[in-house]
T-cell receptor, first 116, second 111 residues
Framework: EAGVAQSPRYKIIEKRQSVAFWCNPISGHATLYWYQQILGQGPKLLIQFQNNGVVDDSQLPKDRFSAERLKGVDSTLKIQPAKLEDSAVYLC??????????????FGPGTRLTVL | SQELEQSPQSLIVQEGKNLTINCTSSKTLYGLYWYKQKYGEGLIFLMMLQKGGEEKSHEKITAKLDEKKQQSSLHITASQPSHAGIYLCGADTGANSKLTFGKGITLSVRP
């Protein structure tokens, strides 16, 4: 079974530029998550999708971050414009179901973003 | 909001030694997940605990959730260099299966 795919793996940009990350979850997984992991910290949830609807985006900085999951499969996370403090690893995860305790989240390899 | 504290912050052990790391929650846990992360990579699922007093093992790794469901420990027996990495605990907050993570514990195993 193929895992969660993310691209690119690495990205370096100047501050105020825009950047987009792509995620392809495990086939059949209804729930998709985007996390931000700053060096030395645990992952922080940015947004959670159930199919193509948003379940939780309470920690997404909506003035500069946006995400979509068209057709309930692939997802894109965008930052516009980027700030220095956005330097982090952006992790995508998927799981088969929402709202059930004990459901494992499967993580992709992440995209490491450096903002100069 | 739920907070997770992991201890120690980092750990260096000699190959072959046993070790234990901990995760303490500020609130009762609905579910506690242990993940391992290699630098620059994604998270690999290790184990999930739900019931108070529950204990699970996989190969040389054993995880326990205490009776009050506010603390979990992860024990590695006869550590190997392959065990090195960052160990993260994640708590199921009970809302939409959203996970809150601790800061992680960096484990180094000296050959």
């Amino acid at each position: 079974e193929a895992g969660v795919a993310q691209s690119p793996r690495y990205k370096i940009i100047e501050k105020r530029q825009s950047v987009a990350f792509w995620c392809n979850p495990i086939s059949g997984h209804a729930t998709l998550y985007w996390y931000q992991q700053i060096l030395g910290q645990g992952p922080k949830l940015l947004i959670q999708f159930q199919n193509n609807g948003v379940v939780d985006d309470s920690q997404l900085p909506k003035d500069r971050f946006s995400a979509e999951r068209l057709k309930g499969v692939d997802s894109t996370l965008k930052i516009q414009p980027a700030k220095l403090e956005d330097s982090a690893v952006y992790l995508c995860a998927s799981s088969p179901a929402r709202g059930l305790a004990g459901v494992e989240q499967f993580f992709g390899p992440g995209t490491r973003l450096t903002v100069l | 909001s739920q907070e997770l504290e992991q201890s120690p912050q980092s750990l260096i052990v000699q190959e072959g030694k046993n070790l234990t790391i901990n995760c303490t929650s500020s609130k009762t846990l609905y579910g506690l997940y242990w993940y391992k992360q290699k630098y620059g990579e994604g998270l690999i699922f290790l184990m999930m605990l739900q019931k108070g007093g529950e204990e699970k093992s996989h190969e040389k790794i054993t995880a326990k959730l205490d009776e009050k469901k506010q603390q979990s420990s992860l024990h590695i027996t006869a550590s190997q260099p392959s065990h090195a990495g960052i160990y993260l605990c994640g708590a199921d907050t009970g809302a939409n299966s959203k996970l809150t993570f601790g800061k992680g514990i960096t484990l180094s195993v000296r050959p």
